[in-house]
């Protein structure tokens, strides 16, 4: 079936009998022509390298313009005096979208999740888990392919790039992909799926996308906790049982008609919001220079 | 076609899809079709890649491509020096183009036989990049599929040749188009295609009348 409706992903998957994921995996050996072990070896590859992009973050390491680069280390010393405000797992969500926000801004290794700048929002509520024993790799591969089947019809019905819808359509889509990946872990329904992904890219409705100097550094990095930690949140309200007054196929149809009319300043030009502050303007003159 | 690891991946060095990793893919796609390491190289960069590019570090990942570099290649940040290492000379401009992708770079390479490129390609997002045009003539491919590159005298009959040897091989045509220059001029045939197009193939378009050079450009897993 083509991607391109989650109500009619969560339609196949209760008709067949089967979940969310098996819907996606079996797409994709339909459009590739490959086995579903191949699928979920290339799935599998795509996980270790999530899992490698939050153990090889560098505390020391900065980014071109200096910018960024520390934080998710000053995140990880603040929970360790037990003093934070939020819990051990979205303390680790919070430093963990840091650190491979950061990591990428500073030209490591990531994945692109639906984008690089958003690469910090899956790894943040998924990494957690692993590391605390709550999920095996298998249930994490599943999770993956729902995030995949999210990203895909959002990609189809709306848009993934800041370029085309702002912020929202990365940031967001990354979120609406975590919250329906950890609806799947927590066994919940396909219904849950979709409704915990649209609930997540509601909230981020709107986001603009106005990178300081250009670069996906300044707000991007911050902006990828924001995601992870609305992920947490939508997942848990639809797994109690709360829904998406707005059915989800609606709402991203919703994110991309907002993102066609974001003024052309507000979708990743580096002319409008935060890139057009005085702070913003003054980096951007200050990379103009270095590079003459 | 959709591919759940074009939204799921790829795996790449930060911190751009468009800016990093398509360009690694332009540089690289420059590189394979030139048939050769290239040993000097002018690239343009026009729209987003010359506003921003340097932040991005476009230009080392253009540089990594021609070196022969994938976008997860954790060398691609000291590209530069690499190349002067490894005898690529690289220079860098901006450029004025007309109808372009804003994510566009003009690639001149040469191998050290003399053999030459100049190649358009655009990243389109999320790592994915487009051809625009290759050696002046304008083309539309992506290198999400096994790709044929026929240069061919303008002359009734061409197409049914090559696509017969295709046929012949059992190889199945996704895409495919054809522009001339001029009227029994040189004409330029771009046939994607789903299965690989195996060595005796090529051979034998190659050696069809007519016939004046063929590129291939195998499709690449990340």
């Not at chain 1, 995030?147 to 609406?176: K, N």
Request: aromatic fraction near 4%; charged fraction near 20%; hydrophobic fraction near 45%.
């Amino acid at each position: 079936m083509a991607l391109d409706s989650l109500e009619e992903i969560v339609r196949a998957a209760e008709s067949r009998g089967t979940e969310f994921w098996q819907v996606v995996l079996e797409t994709d050996c339909e459009e590739r022509q490959v086995t579903a072990q191949a699928s979920r070896e290339k799935m599998g590859g795509m996980w270790r390298a999530m899992l490698e992009s939050v153990e090889q973050y560098e505390a020391q390491r900065r980014s071109v313009s200096g910018l960024v680069g520390g934080d998710g280390a000053k995140m990880r010393d603040w929970a360790a005096s037990g003093k934070a405000l939020s819990g051990g797992y979205m303390q680790e969500v919070i430093a963990t979208a840091l650190c491979v926000g950061e990591s990428n801004a500073c030209m490591r290794r990531i994945v692109a999740a639906p984008t690089a700048g958003a690469c910090g929002v899956l790894p943040a509520v998924l990494v957690p888990l692993w590391r605390s024993g709550e999920a095996d790799e298998e249930s994490l591969l599943r999770a993956l392919y729902v995030s995949a089947g999210i990203g895909a019809v959002v990609s189809r019905r709306a848009c993934i790039a800041g370029a085309a819808g702002g912020c929202q359509a990365e940031i967001g889509t990354a979120s609406a992909m975590a919250a329906g990946a950890l609806v799947s872990l927590r066994g919940g329904t396909p219904e849950q799926i979709a409704h915990a992904a649209a609930m997540a890219l509601k909230n981020l409705l709107g986001l603009i996308c106005d990178p300081v100097a250009g670069l996906v550094e300044v707000p991007c990095v911050k902006r990828n906790v924001v995601g992870a930690v609305n992920a947490v949140s939508c997942a848990d309200m639809a797994l109690a049982g709360i829904q998406s007054r707005v059915p989800p196929d609606q709402v991203i149809d919703c994110m991309g008609d907002v993102g066609c009319r974001l003024p052309v300043e507000f979708r990743e030009t580096a002319l409008g919001g935060l890139a057009a502050t005085p702070f913003g303007q003054s980096v951007r003159e200050r990379m103009h220079a270095g590079s003459e | 076609m959709l591919d759940i690891f074009d939204i799921l991946g790829p795996v790449m060095v930060g911190p751009s899809s468009s800016h990093t990793a398509g360009a690694v893919r332009i540089g690289r796609m420059a590189r394979v079709l030139l048939g050769a390491a290239p040993v000097q190289a002018d690239i343009g960069l026009y729209g987003s890649f010359a506003e921003t590019g340097q932040g991005h570090g476009t230009d080392r990942a253009l540089a990594a491509g021609l070196l022969g570099m994938r976008p997860d290649d954790l060398d691609i940040p000291r590209s530069l020096e690499l190349a002067r290492e490894r005898g690529l000379s690289v220079t860098f401009r901006t450029v004025r183009l007309r109808e372009a992708h804003p994510n566009t770079a003009l690639i001149r390479a040469e191998a050290a036989d003399g053999r030459r490129i100049e190649l358009q390609a655009a990243s389109t997002g999320g790592g994915r990049i487009r051809v625009d045009r290759l050696n002046g003539v304008d083309v539309n491919f992506t290198g999400a599929f096994h790709t044929l590159i026929v240069r061919h005298q303008d002359r009734a009959g061409k197409v049914a040749d090559v696509t017969r040897e295709l046929s012949n091989a059992r190889v199945n045509i996704a895409n495919m188009s054809l522009c001339r220059s001029r009227r029994g001029g040189d004409a330029l045939m771009v046939i994607e295609t789903d299965q690989p197009v195996p060595p005796v193939a090529r051979l034998l378009i190659g050696e069809l009348p007519g016939i004046r050079s063929l590129t291939y450009y195998q499709r690449e897993e990340d």
